[in-house]
Structures are given as C-alpha cells and as structure tokens.
C-alpha cells in the first residue's frame, strides 16, 4: 500500500454484512482505503454462506478482503460509544440494515452528519427506505424473482429459474462502489458530503434496464436480440453459438454442411429467424449433435462464426486464455489454504500486494488494535472484553 493510492487516506466504516454492503467496502479497501469492518460479537452472518474454513467461507473472504475487522455488542453501552468515535473519525459510513435500525443507536445519516457536515453515508436496503414493503426482508433470490430477473432463465418447460449464485448482491455493491467513489471525488473538489440510498431491488432494476425498456416499448415479452444464438448439445458436451449477423449465419450454415438453410426464405433476415426461430434451432440441433464440441468450435472460429464451448470452474481455470491474461490468482490464506482470487478488473493486481489486502479478517482480529489508536489503554480493552461489549479473535 501506498500513499498515492486513489483512496489513501480514506477511512470507511463498514457496518454492513451479508454480500452487497460488503462487497462496495472491498473495492474500496483495494484502491487504497482503510475499512474498519465493524461485526457483531458472533461475526458477520456473511460468514456461514457456503461451507466454513475456520471463521471464513469463499463468500466472506471474497467481499471482505483487505479490511481490519472490530467485534462489537451495539447493545452495550460501551460498544455503542466506540461506534460513536469510529462514526466521527471516518469519512464514509456504510450500513445495510433495514430503515430505522442505525437511527436507533443514535448512528444514522442525521447523528453522522451533526458530527461532520461532510460525510459520506450509503445505506444499502431491500426494496428502498420508502414503500409499503420497505421493512420486508430480502435476499437475492427474492429479488431476482420481484424484479423479473428470473423470467429470462426460463427452462425448456417455461419455468422461471433463479441464477444460483448472488447476481443482484455483486451488482448492487458495485452500483453502491461508483456511487461512493463519485461522492469521494466530489468530496475532494467541493467539500460536500452527503447521503446515499441504494437497495437490491433498484439495482437490480438498473441491471436489466434495456429488457425493461424493451419490455415497455414492445408491449409484452420482447423478441431476442438476434437468431440463431443457442446452446446447443454436441456428441459429447454443448457449444454456445452466436450468429449476430447475415454474413454469421450464412457461414454457420456452411459450416454444418446446410448451405440451403442460408436460402431459405423462412430464414431471411433477422425478423425471420426470430419468427422461425424454432424450427431453425432443431435443424441446428440434429447436425451439432453429430460431432464433438472441439470438432464444431474449431471449424466455426475458422468461419468466423462466434462460439464458446460451455466450460466448468475447473476448464475456466485451466483455459490458456485465462492464465495468459492473470484472470485469476492464487494465494495463500490463514486458516483455509490455497485460495484462487479472480482479479478485478482495473484494480492492482493480486500479486505482490501485501497479505492484508488479499485476505480476508477473523472476527474482530484487529479490535485491540483499533481500540489502541481510539486512546484506550489495555485495562480499558480488558474491561470492555470482560463485559461483552467487544470481542477479540480467539488465541
């Protein structure tokens, strides 16, 4: 870490939990800031997604990396007072609680900013602060269904599938990210601070913005972009194919060895092969299945026919391309072994860095630590631990 980082200097204070609060906070610390990550006694419940190794799992190393962890009981009042002195000393204040829950322990936007009118304060939520539904509880799969996320992964028999990973959580961090990053530089030029709102169900709204137009403008379920695009089934795996445009087609159909469907008057044009799409697309599946999946994405990459056989986590890591550009990294994390990060795109490299910005802390690892530059002496933290308002990690 250096001086000369984008966001050196800068303390954040992050009391959010789970992925999307969490994951803004990360970005933030890989560019250079200090994000003190504040969790309950008993941690963030971020970290029991997915199988535990030690106090961490994937998810919670992923997003929490390169933060200092403090273990506080906000219910106490000797945790609620160093919430106060962190809050005044930091710079951004991050939350994602349901409405009213910061407020309560005197540590909301209002409280914030009495103590500095130039604070930068994001409060990530469900279905936004206003509404008749702005209390009720939410996760990305619930979202994914409210915001008509899940009617674009349909299975062949109509249902509606939710992606199984946390879509809407990521999106909605980096939406939160740029929002602060912007108010950070605005901050540096004006000296204004100020609140931010964002909440799963607008970004996920932000995310599917042009199915949504569309959507209102056709009146209904709009049309694919472009036929054919598909999946289809080889002899022995599947292969994306990709066909955007006249000159695609007429050599995908050269390529399987079908000039005739090039002619065809059912297939002339975009519109046409939208409106026969289903017969197109079993004419392709009968001649893909008759050949491996290398067979096919080596002849129509030598048409120049767009294509990508359809990988496993284990072929994504091992691909050639992906390890000439660096995509991913492997490091070494205390307590869980070898972990792959994959990069993030723009942000320095994960090689090289220093250990702390590539893991992830244990609950409250560094509460003496941030208790010591607070002004507390050692029988003050011994006291505070004794009565439960913070935690330190196991020994």
């Known amino acids: 870490m250096t001086d000369k980082e984008a966001f050196s200097g800068v303390r954040v204070l992050d009391f959010s939990q789970g992925i999307a609060g969490p994951h803004c906070a990360m970005l933030l610390a890989q560019y250079g800031a200090d994000v003190i990550k504040v969790e309950p006694i008993t941690g963030d419940w971020g970290r029991t997604l997915g199988r535990s190794y030690g106090q961490n799992t994937a998810h919670s190393i992923a997003f929490n990396r390169g933060k200092r962890s403090i273990a506080l009981d906000l219910t106490k009042p000797r945790g609620l007072d160093v919430a106060h002195l962190l809050m005044r000393q930091s710079d951004v204040v991050i939350e994602a609680f349901r409405p009213g829950v910061m407020e309560k322990y005197g540590l909301g936007y209002e409280d914030a900013r009495g103590d500095d009118p130039e604070i930068i304060y994001l409060s990530i939520n469900g279905f936004g602060s206003q509404g008749p539904d702005r209390m009720l509880p939410v996760t990305d799969a619930v979202i994914q269904a409210f915001s008509g996320l899940m009617t674009v992964a349909r299975s062949s028999d109509g249902v509606p599938n ?113 409106r026969n799409e289903a017969s197109l697309l079993a004419s392709l599946r009968t001649e893909f299945a008759k050949e491996t999946t290398a067979y096919w994405a080596d002849k129509l990459t030598a048409a120049g026919v767009m294509n990508a056989p359809v990988q496993t986590y284990a072929d994504f890591l091992d691909h050639r391309q992906t390890k000439a550009v660096k995509a991913v990294d492997y490091i070494e994390h205390p307590g869980v072994g070898t972990i792959a990060i994959a990069q993030i795109p723009g942000a320095p490299s994960v090689t090289g860095q220093d250990i702390s910005r590539t893991r992830a802390p244990l609950i409250g690892e560094h509460t003496s630590e941030i208790l010591a530059d607070l002004g507390f002496s050692k029988d003050d933290v011994e006291a505070m631990v004794a009565d439960e308002s913070v935690a330190l990690p196991p020994q």
């Open 162 to 274: 939710r992606l199984t990973m946390i879509p809407v959580d990521v999106v909605t961090g980096l939406y939160a990210f740029q929002a602060v990053a912007t108010a950070l530089l605005r901050k540096s030029r004006f000296g204004t601070g100020g609140y931010i709102e964002t909440s799963l169900m607008q970004s996920a709204a932000a995310f599917q913005a042009a199915k949504i137009m569309e959507y209102h403008l056709e009146g209904g379920e709009p049309q694919p972009l472009y036929s054919p695009v598909a999946t289809l089934r080889t002899s022995d795996g599947y292969l994306n194919v990709t066909a955007m445009r006249e000159q695609h087609f007429v050599a995908l159909c050269d390529v399987i060895g079908r000039p005739e469907l090039a002619t065809d008057p059912a297939y002339q044009g975009r519109e046409l092969r939208i």
